[in-house]
């Protein structure tokens, strides 16, 4: 940054020194002059910030778009232990309470998955709460 300033500096500098040299008939083109390097400067620096502003922004949407196969992942990973871990709660609430003990088991089984799905959904819930506010309007 501060080699771009001080060839800024130099450029006025030299056009300072070109009209003192020339005369002022001069001092317009002289400004033009050192007014397109300035404006090339600042393009260059502003095509700059957005290449990179637009790299991050790719780089936000491909990490989200990652996010999304993770949060499968996790749940399908989740179902899957679910499903290990209900062999061994099937065979004891069997044994224990029979039919009836056996259905406790799976409705706690596809509860608790259920729940866990449900949280991990985006947007889980917010239909009714601005269903609510909307008849809160109407009032």
Partial sequence: MEA?????????????????ELGEEYEPALVESFLEKVEGR????????MRRLMAEQQMTIA?????T???W????GFAIVSLILAIPLSAIAAV?????????????IVGVNAV???HKLPHFGQGRRSRRQDSDWED
């Fill in 63 to 67: 990490r989200g778009a990652r996010g």
């Fill in 4 to 20: 771009r300033d001080s060839e800024l500096k130099k450029e006025l500098e030299a056009t300072l020194h070109t009209r003192r």
């Fill in 42 to 49: 600042l393009d260059a620096t502003v095509d700059r910030r």
């Fill in 116 to 118: 866990h799905t449900m």
């Fill in 73 to 76: 992942g996790e749940r399908f």
């Fill in 69 to 71: 196969t993770d949060a």
């Fill in 96 to 108: 224990n309470a029979d039919l009836p003990g056996l259905i406790v088991a799976w409705l706690g």
